[in-house]
Nanobody, 128 residues
Framework: QVQLVESGGGLVQAGGSLRLSCAAS????????MGWFRQAPGKEREFVAA???????????ASVKGRFTISGNNVKNTENTVTLQMNSLKPEDTAVYYC??????????????????WGQGTQVTVSS
């Protein structure tokens, strides 16, 4: 069984920073990428950022580009970790943030349907 465990969420004032971390554990699995999604109340889950292991290509949504930084490590599919450094946070960044591992390479890296493994989510609240 694969588990993704997130940490680092919390409450911060607008303009502040938070750092989210995610580590995979359990059986070894092969993933093309790991990423972060978020879901605010009453809204659909949306893509935030992802890192593809091949070439360490990085993707951001337009709403976070320039403010958030994703980084990660994939060591022989046995150590999968990803972090999300969030700076200049805004109230609209408030959401539950989910870490995910992508295994279906036929889908877009922005599509949550391509991610087979998900963390339990961590709350990020940005006050104005």
């Amino acid at each position: 069984q694969v588990q993704l465990v997130e940490s680092g969420g919390g409450l911060v004032q607008a303009g502040g920073s938070l750092r989210l971390s995610c580590a995979a554990s359990g059986r070894t699995f092969s993933s093309d990428a790991m990423g972060w999604f978020r879901q605010a109340p009453g809204k659909e889950r949306e893509f935030v950022a992802a890192i593809r292991w091949g070439g360490f290509t990085i993707y951001y949504s337009a709403s976070v580009k320039g403010r958030f930084t994703i980084s990660g490590n994939n060591v022989k599919n046995t150590e999968n970790t990803v972090t999300l450094q969030m700076n200049s946070l805004k109230p609209e960044d408030t959401a539950v943030y989910y870490c995910a591992a992508r295994t279906l390479v036929s889908t877009s890296v922005y599509d949550p349907a391509g991610y087979s493994y998900w963390g339990q989510g961590t709350q990020v609240t940005v006050s104005s």
